[in-house]
């Protein structure tokens, strides 16, 4: 049996005794068991589900209360710690049992009021759930193998030949008080009822200790997940593989890392978005199936999944069989149109006066023959809403197979999708830096100017690609970017090594929007000493470095089709003229009128290219440390250690120029905000030297 052919999977019971002994409050037994949960996505997946536990707490005035903990609204349980959880006041949570109906800013309010920590989060949207089960421990998740039931036509019939008369089905309703009275009442007036399945959302199970309420949740999603098995007596999933040949890993990473650019550029309507390609082997076996096309089109396989996969992924039909590259790019942006179109229908279907439109771009890109493409303005959202795919793929294999797959309506979604509590939990997120969703690439990353670039770019939210021929400094230069960086080592002189380096752009990220060309070196002689080699190595580094670099962006950007910008760090020296560095100056004169060229050639296409003219940053600079120094020094007839001071005082300003301000003048020249109407243009950032003034 292949890796693929099981299913539904079983799930492993991972409570360790001795672990759990260190756990000795409620509220400890309660994280730890929220871990195990969270740690498994088959059980629970980012963000959702929930916990609880109840006991006594003392309150704010030393009086012993009996307190429910709930887990916070907008943390996740397997990273959560104790002071995610929102302890309440149970006295005044529980007689809401006793209302008909309560609104959710009316349950909010209350519960707001019951804390007693205020300044603990806000307590879950499925705290009332918690609070009407009596049993001390609740934990409610959306495990694989319940919802490949809950998910089902005929989901009841199942649930109930699954566990008979101890599983009460809840027939689906959006979470709030209606839901949690329904599920207490099932509880409180069957003894018998030892599980809540949720239909199309989830289940609820309880114990008198978080080790009870675990494995009784992990021998149930094992009981749902043997009953689908053998129900569904077959072990091809989606219907096997489609007529199409199935390529290989190779050519499915060579046709993305060939279209990546397009899709990035057409499902970046109002945002830039980064790209999160998966190839894994369940994504790829359900991107080849018969019934792929056809089961992407019935909707989300938990309520859960709607603002991070958007009700519908994006399909897109493709036979590389019989297909080229360039009808697949064309298909792309086709379908990203009328992803975008068929959005905006459905929201205006169902949209009140007060709701605003989301971003109407998809989420989860689905490449027939290919492979699955996450898209969100940051990495971490993408691979959020590519791990909850993951999820979508094996309810619906279980679903599809011992019945019909079945979701959400439409109206249902999107009362999720935009439901004021929903919205919430992502309100929660950091405030987005001006560059989120921007990929940045900088040439000469090891140095001391291309590392303060790095730095400012990715504080500014921008993913970056640090090149430099220096592979391990380049590498040092982002090691503190996490997930949000990669690094290229590579002659910038070198066709084949930048283009190496876009293609890891694009493959990390999915394209490129700012490309800074930075790599230098110096050099310093009288003419009749310079060597025909020195002048060789300038041209090769500062000229046709900088020309290959463009070349390569442009070709990227306009594929991409989203505009762009390319800085060029220059020089001070590429317009004055002085002596004894002529191989180096002009070479850097030759940076500046290409930036001006390209820009004249760019407009067409939003590519704005501007240049910075940095002078005598010393600081952190490695050609500062080589024999420039002493050269210059020379040149000037003062010791080395007096550059600081020689550079200071001919300033305009009489300042030493830093990695850090070159760094804010690129920034100034990367954001379409701040710099969006300026291109062909020039910054020098070198204290003011009245030669450099352009006119
Ligand atoms: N520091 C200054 O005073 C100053 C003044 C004017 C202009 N500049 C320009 O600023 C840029 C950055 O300079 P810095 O001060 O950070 O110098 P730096 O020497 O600290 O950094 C330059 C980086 O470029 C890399 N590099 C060199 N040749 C390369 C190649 N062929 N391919 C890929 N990478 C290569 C080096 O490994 C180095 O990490 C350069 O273009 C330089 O000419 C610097
Ligand atoms: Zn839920």
Redesign the pocket.
Known sequence: MSATARLVDLIANDWDDAAAKQATTTLDQVVFASHLLGGNRAVSNFGGGNTSAKGTTVDHVGREVPAIWVKGSGSDLATMSSRDFTPLRLEEVLPLFELDEMSDEDMVAHLARCQVDPAAPRSSIETLLHAFIPAAHVHHTHPDAINVLACSRDGRELIEECFGSSAAWIEYIRPGFTLAKQVGAAVRDNPDTGLVVLAKHGLVVWGDTAHDAYDRTIAICNQAAEFANSRAGISVRFGGPNESKRLDQDARHETLNAILPTLRGAVSSQRSKLLLVDLSDRTCEFVDSADAQDLTKVGAACPDHLVHTKRLPMWVPYDPATEDLETLKQRLSEAAQKFRADYVTYFEQYASDQDQIADPDPRIVLIQNVGLVAVAPTLKNARISRDLFHRAIEVMAGASAVSEFVSLSAQESFAIEYWPLELYKLSLAPTPGELQGKVALV????????RAVLDLLSASGAAVVA????AE?AARSVEAFGENAISVG????SEAAVAEAFASAVSAFGGIDVVVS?????SSAPIAETTLAEWDRNQA??AT?YFLVAREAFRKLQQQGAGGSIVF?????SLVAGPNASAYSTA?AAELHLARCLAAEGGSDGIRVNTV??????Q?????DSSWRTERADAYGIPPEGLEEHYRARTVLGVNVL?VD?AQAVLHFSSLARSGKSTGNLLNVDGGVSAAFPR
């Not at 930075?518 to 110096?522: R, S």
């Open positions: 040439t000469g990353a090891a140095g001391g100017i291309g090149f430099d021929i220096d400094g590579g002659d910038v002189t930075n790599a230098g070196i110096a580094v500062l470095g760090v220059a020089s001070k020296n850097k003219n940095p002078d005598a940053v010393l952190g600079s490695k050609i500062w990695p070159i």
